[in-house]
């Protein structure tokens, strides 16, 4: 696959929390249309990585990043590093997903315009435009077209993380953050979910964190080892889709 240009440009970007560095001196670029999956051991620092992205360390006392973010809109670089770079400017182009479903206890129809309507001030025909493509490009529109005013936790869990990554994709982001999000996921959920995955890398870039080897083999395009807060490999389709060989390598990084 040709990737597109860069959508993340990441540079020196360190992480501590009252001192502690849980993240050091992380440089990583991510494209359009290819999906990266971020391994290594558990407390290496894999979900404050994603978090640095779209600053929600931020919301935890004692956290200091330094080192610069940038993404790229409409062909322009914009430094989303500043505290001048408003969050929700950020966090509207860069969209996460978390390990557990975190649906409003509302009906699956508000999941999705309550934040359409407060983050871009939607109208209510534009919004449920925008509800139905959402849903459908989630292929949940048919199974709930007929239920949209039942409550978000009526869905299965399944069901529920394809309503909460609508609700990201609705917002229009030009990058996805993903964390673990099949480690809650039944068997037949996970391999809806990595379909799914593999369907929208096509028009989003795509970094995401996974516990699982063979998931990182079924879906990653490039791999990034992290390792007590540093990244120690960069690895390519061609050193991890052999079975063995990827055994081989995380056995030296892990």
């Known amino acids: 696959m040709a990737f597109q240009e860069p959508f993340l440009d990441m540079r020196d970007v360190t992480v501590s929390f009252d001192t502690k560095t849980i993240l050091e001196r992380i440089n990583l670029r991510l494209n359009s249309g290819e999906l990266v999956m971020i391994v290594g051991p558990s407390g290496c620092g894999k979900t404050t990585l994603l978090r640095a992205v779209n600053r929600l360390n931020e919301e935890y006392p004692g956290c200091v990043t330094q080192g610069r973010v940038r993404i790229r809109i409409q062909d322009k670089w914009l430094d989303c590093s500043t505290r001048d770079f408003p969050l929700i400017d950020l966090r509207l182009r860069v969209g996460m997903v978390f390990q557990h479903p975190n649906v409003l206890p509302f009906s699956i129809r508000k999941n999705l315009t309550l934040p359409l309507r407060v983050s871009l001030g939607l109208d209510k025909d534009e919004a449920e435009r925008r509800v139905q493509q959402a849903l459908e490009d989630v ?26 990554l609508a609700r990201v994709l609705a917002l229009d982001p030009a990058i996805l953050l993903l964390d673990e999000p099949t480690a809650s996921l039944d068997f037949k959920a996970t391999q809806k979910i990595e379909a799914l995955f593999q369907s929208l890398k096509e028009r989003y870039a795509i970094l995401a964190v996974t516990h699982s080897l063979s998931q990182m083999r079924r879906l990653a395009d490039r791999v990034l080892v992290l390792r007590n807060g540093e990244l120690v490999a960069e690895l390519g389709r061609e050193e991890f889709e052999d079975q063995e060989s990827c055994r081989a390598i995380m056995e030296e990084y892990f």
């Open 139 to 164: 292929w949940l529109w048919d199974e709930v077209k007929d239920r949209l005013r039942d409550n978000a936790l009526t869905l299965s869990g399944g069901q529920q993380q394809r309503l909460c």
